[in-house]
């Protein structure tokens, strides 16, 4: 009992720890890669090849004034970043990150707990987010933030029934809800394989549910200023961002669960192969990123509405139909 | 023009959307083409042209020799020169009219002699200068030409106003 009380902490603050670095040197590798892409540089001056600069951005919010503008709901608005950010935190808690390790005779599972509909809480909870966004749109008291908050709300629940729907092919051949179920079944064949479109739905949606270029109409610098968090300053902004990177690392290792086969792999410890395979999906995010501009407004419902939902209707219905032909 | 709305396939669309990541993945791997400026420097080229500075001669005195050629030329007017004293030389016999011109008198004891005539001050605006050297080509005495500082601030105008001494310590 006492082993599982420590095991299971140690495994959280690991979890926690991780995914908080890791929104945190995320900040550094968008900017170098966006430098990259623009053929610049990036941050070179703090450290060696700018190593530091997360922390000096993060020690500079820190000491930043705490503005609350004086129409502002006090309490909305200090609670809409929490509310980004924990859901995002939390959602790791389902998501395997390695093989059971072997430790004192005990067999550890390498995720912080198995829930048995895994997919429906990791859902449950990213659909949270908006809460967030709407919230701090609307306790800001500023046009901006207003019209930046509504028109999230609108994309991420227009977004939201796209990235349902594209898993539900993943469900029906895996036959099980639970995520340690679902990576043990691609120990075989990774799920990209069988569902391609699924997986390229489950990549769109997923960048418009975390409000990314190019669908980044929230918070649309040329319009809106920052949309949402416009009247955010010093750890409240701070918040949204570890929020919104928190979310990539998160929806990332999601899709290397669900389609890239888990932390399965050949030869490397399977904690190294989930990492590795979690990095290339955030690089393909980040490359998503830096090549497209923003989509107007009408674009994004008409891509939402008319081309992802038919498509990930008509894949669980192909998908359906070649598992009866198979027999399955 | 054609101002009919193109018609895109999916195909069409999504052939544009692999062209748009191959590009961005292109320019990834290139070098970038940052200079890390105050670490480090482009090479100026061998004609480039900042701001004016004057030349001396190998002892240290003015090549120019007040002949305000540069002053009228400079299309900016950027250029102030007051002429000074004329200097006769040692072994110049003077005529009647040069004995009258008291203007070495103000000349300080020991200063280089070389029977030229010397501005008295010449000034260069460098917030008015446009660096088009026209200055160095009229100039018959090769005392002015086009340095290659380009890195020139000021907190004043009037810091802006560079005089001798100043035109020859820049480069």
Same mark, same amino acid.
């Given at each position: 009992?006492?082993?599982?009380?420590?095991?299971?902490?140690?495994?959280?603050?690991?979890?926690?720890?991780?995914?908080?670095?890791?929104?945190?040197?995320?900040?550094?590798?968008?900017?170098?890669?966006?430098?990259?892409?623009?053929?610049?540089?990036?941050?070179?001056?703090?450290?060696?090849?700018?190593?530091?600069?997360?922390?000096?951005?993060?020690?500079?919010?820190?000491?930043?004034?705490?503005?609350?503008?004086?129409?502002?709901?006090?309490?909305?608005?200090?609670?809409?970043?929490?509310?980004?950010?924990?859901?995002?935190?939390?959602?790791?808690?389902?998501?395997?990150?390695?093989?059971?390790?072997?430790?004192?005779?005990?067999?550890?599972?390498?995720?912080?707990?198995?829930?048995?509909?895994?997919?429906?809480?990791?859902?449950?909870?990213?659909?949270?987010?908006?809460?967030?966004?709407?919230?701090?749109?609307?306790?800001?008291?500023?046009?901006?933030?207003?019209?930046?908050?509504?028109?999230?709300?609108?994309?991420?629940?227009?977004?939201?029934?796209?990235?349902?729907?594209?898993?539900?092919?993943?469900?029906?051949?895996?036959?099980?809800?639970?995520?340690?179920?679902?990576?043990?079944?691609?120990?075989?064949?990774?799920?990209?394989?069988?569902?391609?479109?699924?997986?390229?739905?489950?990549?769109?949606?997923?960048?418009?549910?975390?409000?990314?270029?190019?669908?980044?109409?929230?918070?649309?610098?040329?319009?809106?200023?920052?949309?949402?968090?416009?009247?955010?300053?010093?750890?409240?902004?701070?918040?949204?961002?570890?929020?919104?990177?928190?979310?990539?690392?998160?929806?990332?290792?999601?899709?290397?669960?669900?389609?890239?086969?888990?932390?399965?792999?050949?030869?490397?410890?399977?904690?190294?192969?989930?990492?590795?395979?979690?990095?290339?999906?955030?690089?393909?995010?980040?490359?998503?990123?830096?090549?497209?501009?923003?989509?107007?407004?009408?674009?994004?419902?008409?891509?939402?509405?008319?081309?992802?939902?038919?498509?990930?209707?008509?894949?669980?219905?192909?998908?359906?139909?070649?598992?009866?032909?198979?027999?399955? | 023009?054609?101002?009919?709305?193109?018609?895109?396939?999916?195909?069409?669309?999504?052939?544009?959307?692999?062209?748009?990541?191959?590009?961005?993945?292109?320019?990834?791997?290139?070098?970038?083409?940052?200079?890390?400026?105050?670490?480090?420097?482009?090479?100026?080229?061998?004609?480039?042209?900042?701001?004016?500075?004057?030349?001396?001669?190998?002892?240290?005195?003015? +090549? !120019?020799?007040? &002949?305000?050629?540069?002053?009228?030329? @400079? =299309?900016? %007017? $950027? #250029?102030?020169?007051? *002429?000074? /004293?004329?200097?006769?030389?040692?072994?110049?016999?003077?005529?009647?009219?040069?004995?009258?011109?008291?203007?070495?008198?103000?000349?300080?004891?020991?200063?280089?002699?070389?029977?030229?005539?010397?501005?008295?001050?010449?000034?260069?605006?460098?917030? +008015? !200068?446009?660096? &088009?050297?026209?200055?160095?080509?009229? @100039? =018959?005495? %090769? $005392? #002015?030409?086009?340095? *290659?500082? /380009?890195?020139?601030?000021?907190?004043?105008?009037?810091?802006?106003?560079?005089?001798?001494?100043?035109?020859?310590?820049?480069?």
């Amino acid at each position: 009992m006492m082993f599982w009380l420590i095991a299971d902490i140690i495994k959280i603050l690991i979890v926690f720890a991780g995914l908080l670095g890791a929104a945190a040197y995320l900040t550094l590798l968008e900017r170098k890669i966006a430098a990259r892409i623009q053929n610049r540089m990036g941050p070179m001056e703090a450290g060696f090849h700018g190593l530091l600069q997360p922390i000096a951005d993060g020690i500079k919010l820190f000491f930043k004034e705490d503005i609350i503008p004086a129409g502002a709901n006090k309490f909305l608005f200090l609670l809409a970043p929490i509310i980004v950010v924990i859901p995002a935190l939390t959602t790791f808690a389902v998501i395997p990150f390695g093989a059971p390790v072997k430790i004192m005779g005990h067999t550890v599972p390498l995720q912080i707990t198995d829930v048995n509909i895994g997919i429906l809480f990791i859902l449950a909870l990213t659909s949270l987010g908006v809460y967030g966004v709407v919230l701090g749109g609307w306790a800001s008291n500023s046009k901006y933030s207003l019209l930046g908050g509504i028109r999230t709300a609108a994309q991420m629940i227009s977004y939201e029934v796209a990235l349902v729907l594209s898993i539900v092919g993943i469900i029906m051949i895996a036959g099980d809800l639970s995520l340690a179920k679902i990576v043990s079944e691609q120990s075989h064949m990774w799920f990209i394989v069988y569902q391609p479109v699924g997986f390229i739905i489950y990549l769109i949606a997923s960048t418009a549910e975390m409000n990314r270029v190019p669908f980044d109409l929230g918070e649309a610098e040329g319009e809106l200023v920052a949309g949402f968090h416009t009247e955010y300053s010093s750890m409240e902004f701070a918040f949204y961002f570890i929020g919104e990177y928190a979310q990539m690392v998160v929806n990332s290792a999601i899709i290397v669960t669900l389609f890239l086969g888990g932390w399965q792999g050949p030869f490397l410890p399977s904690v190294l192969w989930f990492l590795i395979k979690v990095f290339f999906v955030i690089l393909i995010y980040l490359w998503l990123r830096w090549t497209y501009p923003r989509l107007r407004y009408d674009e994004l419902m008409d891509l939402g509405w008319k081309f992802l939902l038919p498509l990930a209707l008509a894949n669980i219905i192909v998908t359906g139909f070649i598992m009866i032909l198979l027999n399955r | 023009m054609n101002t009919e709305k193109q018609e895109n396939s999916i195909i069409e669309i999504s052939k544009n959307f692999l062209v748009g990541l191959k590009t961005t993945i292109k320019t990834f791997f290139r070098k970038p083409v940052t200079f890390q400026y105050p670490k480090e420097r482009l090479t100026i080229a061998e004609r480039f042209r900042a701001f004016p500075h004057l030349n001396v001669n190998g002892d240290g005195s003015l +090549r !120019c020799v007040a &002949c305000f050629l540069c002053q009228t030329v @400079c =299309p900016s %007017e $950027a #250029i102030k020169i007051k *002429s000074g /004293y004329v200097d006769y030389g040692f072994e110049h016999e003077l005529t009647e009219r040069q004995k009258h011109n008291r203007s070495l008198d103000k000349l300080k004891a020991g200063t280089f002699n070389d029977g030229r005539r010397h501005p008295s001050s010449f000034e260069i605006d460098l917030l +008015r !200068c446009i660096c &088009c050297g026209y200055c160095e080509e009229i @100039c =018959p005495e %090769e $005392a #002015i030409s086009m340095g *290659s500082d /380009y890195e020139v601030a000021f907190y004043t105008r009037d810091e802006g106003i560079y005089g001798i001494e100043k035109l020859i310590k820049s480069r």
